[in-house]
């Protein structure tokens, strides 16, 4: 019976989609444990948009979002490397790399991650900016997907390295199995209607929540 109420006090189920607009997962601490798991039942991937809102001051690599599958355990990542400044998106665990972006700690950042199996060709938009196209990987991203928000997955579904913990506030995170079109990540950046994600929408997301992860008002800055 203890160990019953141990689970149900670690994690924190949605029993049905949630309406989380106007909210933020806030991670607040660094570990191994503290993440929030986004269900979806689609899977085998050959186009994938990704956006999402971040805020951190974290002084060394994290990621920001893990999709593993079980044949790649960096199906589909955005991670940050301090170290060498880059953004680095995987597809397939096939890694690519943006520098030279402007990541300042204490501010809020969106980020828009675009990929097409047919062409093998990534694109990051940063705070409104579109990036180079690069060549990542071709080929669709199969089996069953597990993603994780606040932790970057080794396998799929766990092997969770505190040193790459995200601590920070997270939201507005979407997700399409297709091209967002330039205008609509334009739209999303600047938090104007734009076409919400069909395989994860923040507005009506399916979501549990694993030890010390808490969800709040969206901080907004105030103007005089």
Known sequence: M?????????TTCAADPQDLTGKMFTFPQEGNKAHVRLNTPKQN?????????????LKRNHGLFSLATPNYFNG???????SSREMEPYVRDSRSKYGGLDYKPNVWHSICTTWDSGSGLMQLWFNGQ????????????SGRPIIILGQEQDSHGGKFDPTQSFVGMMTDVHMWDYALSACEIQKYMDEQNFTPGNVLNWAALDFQITDRVLIESKQMTCVN
């Open 130 to 141: 579109p990036l180079t196209k690069k060549y990542v990987s071709s080929g669709e991203i």
């Open 76 to 82: 589909f990542l955005i991670y940050y490397n301090y």
């Open 2 to 10: 203890k160990f019953l109420v141990l689970l149900l006090m670690l």
């Open 45 to 57: 991937f050959k186009v994938v948009t990704v956006c999402h809102r971040s805020f951190t001051d």
